[in-house]
């Protein structure tokens, strides 16, 4: 990783060049960008731990947009283990699909 300022208590400026970032902040201080900055990624970022824009945990947000919505929660490890339950899944969307058209013609 490159840095164009220290990481002690506080980063400012750009920080990241490479084109995958990554940090471990274990023996660190909380990052806290004190002026506007940049993270650009190409490729992954991978969080460990809490991701929270303006004070909203977004995987908490994705969580109850989903239960909103109604979208079956998959366990993509027991459909490995049990394909049975893809097969049903599958067939329940694609159902859920054919009323959904009928009854939009009504």
Known sequence: M???????????GNVFTNTRPTMNTSS??????????TL????TLE???TLEVNGRDVMKELDEMRD?????KRDVDMEAKYPKLK???????????KYKT???LK
């Open 102 to 104: 009928f009854e939009s």
């Open 87 to 97: 097969e049903i899944r599958d067939a329940y969307a694609a159902q859920l699909e």
């Open 40 to 43: 650009k990624v190409d490729g």
């Open 47 to 49: 969080v460990d731990g």
């Open 2 to 12: 490159t840095m164009t300022t220290s990481l002690s208590n506080r980063v400012t």
């Open 28 to 37: 660190y201080d909380p990052v806290i960008f004190t002026q506007d900055a």
């Open 68 to 72: 909103a919505l109604l979208l079956l």
